[in-house]
């Protein structure tokens, strides 16, 4: 049998301790924090601007998500977007393209 002398055990415990809490704590950040935070949205003027600024090319897509204050994949997302769409608004029959673009909208496609 082992024979483990208090001043051994002390430390293993405060071990032990120290990563119970540390475990515990970032679990409950984790879990304060997904509750605190919503969910950002983004109006279609905002989206369409930094599309613009991205096909115009002047800058490049950090610099622009820098300026605007967004993440740099919604910049690019947001620009393929309007490209692969932008034939929507040269289409001649309203209602199909009304029809499309609300397709297009609730489905995010």
Same mark, same amino acid.
């Given at each position: 049998?082992?024979?483990?002398?208090?001043?051994? &055990?002390?430390?293993? @415990? /405060?071990?032990?301790?120290? @990563?119970? @809490?540390?475990?515990? *704590?970032?679990?409950?950040?984790?879990?304060? #924090?997904?509750?605190?935070?919503? /969910?950002?949205?983004?109006?279609?003027?905002?989206?369409?601007? &930094? !599309?613009? !600024?991205? +096909?115009?090319?002047?800058?490049?897509?950090?610099? +622009? !998500? *820098? /300026?605007?204050? +967004?993440?740099?994949?919604?910049?690019?997302?947001?620009?393929?977007?309007?490209?692969? $769409?932008?034939?929507?608004? @040269?289409?001649?029959? #309203?209602? #199909?393209?009304? *029809? #499309?673009?609300?397709? +297009? $909208?609730?489905?995010?496609?």
């Amino acid at each position: 049998m082992v024979s483990l002398v208090v001043s051994e &055990v002390v430390p293993l @415990f /405060r071990q032990w301790l120290l @990563f119970a @809490f540390t475990v515990w *704590s970032k679990q409950n950040y984790m879990s304060e #924090r997904r509750t605190d935070m919503a /969910r950002k949205k983004y109006s279609s003027e905002f989206k369409t601007k &930094v !599309a613009l !600024a991205a +096909i115009k090319g002047e800058e490049t897509t950090n610099q +622009i !998500a *820098s /300026r605007f204050g +967004i993440h740099p994949g919604h910049v690019r997302l947001w620009k393929k977007k309007m490209l692969e $769409n932008a034939s929507l608004v @040269f289409e001649k029959d #309203r209602k #199909r393209r009304l *029809s #499309r673009s609300f397709l +297009i $909208n609730f489905t995010g496609k």
